[in-house]
């Protein structure tokens, strides 16, 4: 089983950057997609990025393309979620997760990871 740790989120003012980190610890993540995921308050789990366990595709929803930037540094086993010129719409509970049954694709959906951060916050908000 993997550990993850998020950190990095907080309150800032639309348009505002701010980089998400995921820690993993219990195993090497290298060989194991990973991705982020958001959840608002009443809504549902979303996907938001992913990339592949050899870090060479990434994937992203519809809502953060080209605003959001997925990355991977596996000797620090840690991942990064890069998102620039924030919204409002994009206040949630942001979560990493670990397809860790091994060399498997990237998905975008929730049940398809095994293991799960407790989530950092990020608020939006002028």
């Known amino acids: 089983q993997v550990q993850l740790v998020e950190s990095g989120g907080g309150l800032v003012q639309p348009g505002a950057s701010l980089r998400l980190s995921c820690v993993a610890s219990?195993?090497?993540?290298?060989?194991?997609?990973m991705g982020w995921f958001r959840q608002a308050t009443g809504k549902e789990r979303e996907f938001v990025a992913g990339i592949s366990w050899g870090g060479g595709s990434t994937y992203y929803g519809d809502s953060v393309k080209g605003r959001f930037t997925i990355s991977r540094d596996n000797a620090k086993n840690t991942v990064y979620l890069q998102m620039n010129s924030l919204k409002p719409g994009d206040t949630a509970l942001y979560y990493c997760a670990a397809r860790s049954a091994g060399r498997v694709p990237v998905s975008s959906i929730s049940d398809d990871y095994n293991d799960w951060g407790q989530g950092t916050q990020v608020t939006v908000s002028s």
């Open positions: 219990g195993r090497t993540i290298r060989n194991y997609a």
